[in-house]
């Protein structure tokens, strides 16, 4: 049989940048095929090529058999290729109904196009059970439901070829699940899939095929069945991965910080964080565990000083912290001056300045410690001091002059956590240490977070990802909708339990 | 590439000169289309602004005034506020400063009056600006649609003000008496002869201290750093603990009062009185100073001098010439801002371009 997708020789490079060098493989019609690499390794550049976004330099795409040129995405819909964005692309107050008649509207009356595509997306959803209704709205949905919006989508435009990209980022193991129900359906009805994916338990557990990429080339192509997570691991950076990071033994010192019924509205009264209460010792990393979205965020804002609650209390070292203001500007120097380090979850909207160079953004938030007579700074202590932290964290180019946004994703978290590292805090805030961070840089990135934590430092870690939380955790706090619905010791850690805690159901 | 990667070379000498030249080109066809010879009336533009020694004397009078607006500007856009109202921050200066010497100019010794007039005119101008700057800090009100509102407010206000208060009686000028010596600035021609009867006067110094000032304050100073994070990235700077609204108060403060300093040169140093719409756009003037100037200090410099060059010699070019009216000059203006402003990377693409061809 022909296979569904087949690239052949497939180059691209953006300036000097080669995001594609020859790349060739195929998938099989109803085939399940993951498609895994680091960050920068040239899936998403591949599949955008795939979809029409790109054009590549060099090589062919066939479908079933047939070269075919895939100019826009427009042409790539024609042809049944349908992609599912990791960032969803949907207009949030418009209906599931017209979400998907969005582009094919089909006529100047609306109406009775209206009744019909309703009429077919019900009969959709009967047959993949996807369970969505037509007339809903988009932002009252969950984000797993909003997924499955996209996916009818797709279906709707009767794709035959489907590619999602790191789908289940956003999803609770149980929401997971059913997603992979979905995709198995999908595949009964002779549908191919690309997934894309850096999880490579996901991999093991749906795909039939996958193929490995590394640095642009493909590494790697394998029936599933015969490989292993640590085979592919290797393949993906090129060496081998430690799994088990040395750490010292749990022994927990004073309390550093004791947050007592911290609560959160919005301006328009909606609850944020309900009820938020526990204590962080020296010597300890704390995870909290949830599905992005439930206050996770909100709640490192306010630990921080980068917003102020609308209720409750938290003690730093004994002391409460200065909650009762007007508002929070400048908050955060005061938490940094009494020993609270801060590596924010999203870096490039508050941890760095993209247009500073690296050096300046090593001064982000130490401005004031770093002046000297007339406010001035004393440049070169600032160089050196750039210098062996670029050393010391083996920050990739090392060069204090580079523009940050040039620096891979990976490299700009290495700057921030060694900026927060220096300060020597005592309570360490980590939020996603290691989102859009390649496999390598991660296994630095908690290898200092381990050092810190045996060093006596304070740590409370959010992270989404459960492999970190499992990595890094002594002990897990797990949040849903505001509030914490659980806390587990490591030696507990059980998937299962976690993922029903992350969904917001108790343990019974 | 892009255009963030690119050489300081190319982005801050090579483009600017570029799309500097571009404006001077449709320039030369414009007085080409009057029935003037361009190349001949370029030569008379260079010759009277920049050659002759009055007339580099008038180019850098103009310029020192421009120094002071294109600063104004420079500072706020550092912190990313886009202050239109250089022009209204100068006017109400000139009030603040003219108030400072009817009050004083007959008591006070020149080397008191003048600092207490320069005083009165950043006093005025920072107030002015301070309205602007609290409503966006406090209560997110569009910092550029206040502050073209402030420029007509202010444009009235003067009206009102010199009309009823200021004009002498039994006068008819809309100008305000004139001050005594003691208010005038010390000219450069008493030390430079051949500088002639030229009203260049110790403001150019204050304009070039002002520049190493806002230089050494803005790239090298925590202040500096702070203003820089909240113009590039409020997140960050909030993350940084930079106090957001007070930083936004404050470079407003400064950028009036840097405004309003304007006042100094053109009053103290040329008419010795208020007259209205004494301004004549410089604050209009700054803004294209700041971004032609990319608000470095040197840049600043350069372009005040440009549009100082072009007022003199395109009013001399306009005295020779009768085809070409004195309003050429803003066209010029009007062009440069176009493609210093509007169209900065117009020509960058094909620089990449160029620059990549030789490093392959």
């Known amino acids: 049989m022909q296979p569904a997708v087949e690239f052949r020789g497939i180059s691209k490079h953006f300036g000097a940048v080669k995001a594609n060098t020859d790349v060739s493989f195929s998938i099989a019609k109803g085939a399940i095929h993951g498609l895994v690499g680091e960050n920068g390794a040239g899936k998403s550049t591949l599949m955008s090529i795939l979809y029409g976004y790109y054009k590549a330099d060099g090589g062919e795409i066939l479908l079933d058999g047939q070269p075919r040129q895939i100019r826009t995405s427009q042409e790539a819909i024609r042809l049944g290729i349908g992609m599912v964005h990791q960032h969803f692309m949907l207009v949030e107050n418009m209906t599931v109904l017209d979400n998907v008649m969005l582009g094919t509207e089909g006529g100047f009356r609306l109406a009775a196009h209206r009744q019909e595509t309703e009429k077919k997306l019900r009969e959709i959803c009967a047959r993949y059970r996807l369970d969505v209704d037509p007339l809903a709205t988009i932002h009252d949905l969950s984000v797993g439901a909003q997924q499955r919006v996209e996916i009818l989508k797709q279906i709707y435009r009767s794709a035959n070829i489907l590619i999602l990209d790191e789908p289940t980022a956003v999803l609770t193991a149980q929401e997971t699940e059913s997603l992979f129900e979905i995709l198995r359906l999908f595949k009964e009805q002779g549908k191919t899939i690309i997934l894309i994916t850096h999880k490579l338990q996901e991999i093991k557990d749906i795909t039939d095929t996958v193929t490995v990429m590394r640095a642009g080339r493909v590494v790697g192509a394998v029936q599933t069945a015969d490989t292993s997570k640590e085979e592919l691991a290797n393949m993906m950076v090129g060496r081998p991965i430690e799994n088990n990071l040395p750490r010292g033994a749990y022994n927990p010192g004073k309390p550093v910080l004791e947050v007592r019924d911290l609560q959160l509205k919005d301006s328009s009264g909606v609850p944020l964080l309900e009820d938020i209460g526990f204590t962080l010792r020296a010597g300890e990393i704390v995870a909290i565990a949830g599905v992005s979205g439930n206050g996770q965020s909100e709640l490192m804002e306010i630990l921080s000083g980068m917003r102020l609650p609308t209720g409750g209390e938290a003690d730093f070292e004994g002391k409460p912290l200065p909650f009762k203001r007007h508002d929070a500007d400048g908050l955060p120097l005061e938490f940094r001056h009494l020993g609270i380090a801060h590596v924010p979850e999203d870096r490039l909207r508050d941890g760095v300045v993209k247009n500073f160079s690296v050096m300046q953004n090593t001064v982000l938030g130490y401005q004031d410690h770093l002046k000297g007579a007339f406010g001035l700074f004393d440049f070169k202590h600032i160089a050196a001091r750039c210098e062996s932290l670029l050393k010391e964290f083996d920050v990739r180019p090392p060069n204090p002059d580079l523009r940050i946004g040039l620096l891979s994703g990976g490299n700009q978290q290495k700057v921030v956590i060694a900026r927060e590292v220096l300060a020597k805090p005592k309570l360490m805030l980590v939020g996603q240490p290691t989102r859009g961070v390649d496999i390598g840089t991660i296994e630095a990135i908690h290898t200092q977070l381990l050092a810190l934590r045996d060093a006596g430092v304070a740590i409370l870690l959010v992270s989404v990802e459960l492999e970190e939380v499992r990595a890094l955790a002594d002990r897990i706090l797990v949040m849903c909708g505001g509030r914490i619905t659980g806390e587990l010791k490591i030696e507990e850690f059980d998937t299962t339990r976690i993922g029903l805690l992350m969904g917001g159901m108790h343990k019974s | ?360």
């Open chain 2, 1 to 360: 590439m892009t255009t963030n990667d690119m050489p300081r070379w190319a982005t801050s000498i090579v483009l600017p000169l570029l799309n500097l030249l571009s404006a001077l080109l449709v320039a030369a066809l414009v007085i080409y289309l009057l029935g003037e010879d361009p190349v001949e009336s370029m030569q008379i533009l260079i010759n009277s602004a920049i050659v002759n020694p009055e007339g580099l004397s008038y180019t850098l009078f103009y310029a020192s005034t421009f120094v002071f607006t294109g600063l104004a500007v420079s500072i706020a856009m550092q912190a990313g506020l886009f202050n239109i109202g250089a022009e209204g921050q100068m006017y109400i200066g000139g009030l603040g400063l003219t108030w400072a010497m009817i009050a004083f100019d007959a008591s006070l010794p020149w080397f008191v009056l003048i600092p207490v007039g320069m005083v009165g005119a950043a006093l005025f101008g920072a107030l002015w600006a301070f309205i602007p700057g609290y409503l966006q800090a406090k209560r997110g009100s569009h910092i550029v649609v206040t502050t073209i509102m402030f420029n007509f407010i202010a444009a009235q206000l003067m009206n009102f003000i010199i009309v009823k208060y200021l004009i002498p009686q039994g006068e008819q000028n809309t100008a305000s008496r004139v001050f005594s010596d003691a208010a005038a600035l010390p000219p450069l021609n008493a030390w430079f002869p051949a500088l002639g009867d030229t009203p260049l006067n110790i403001s150019f110094f204050l304009a070039i201290i002002a520049l190493v000032i806002y230089g050494v304050f803005v790239s090298r100073s925590s202040w500096g750093y702070k203003l820089r994070a909240t113009g590039m990235n409020k997140h960050a700077a909030h993350y940084a603990g930079v106090k957001i609204s007070a930083m936004i108060i404050a470079t407003m403060l400064i950028s009036g009062a840097l405004a309003g300093l304007g006042a100094v040169n053109s009053i103290m140093g040329s008419t010795h009185y208020l007259s209205l719409n004494f301004t004549a756009g410089a604050g209009f003037v700054g803004i294209a100073i700041a971004l032609m100037g990319r608000q470095h200090p040197v840049g600043i410099f350069l372009s005040a001098v440009l549009f100082g060059a072009l007022i003199q010699g395109g009013f001399d070019l306009s005295l020779e010439k009768p085809n070409i009216p004195v309003e050429t000059f803003i066209f010029i203006q009007g062009l440069i801002i176009l493609f210093c402003g509007a169209m900065e990377y117009l020509y960058a693409p094909a620089l990449i371009k160029l620059i990549k061809g030789k490093k392959a």
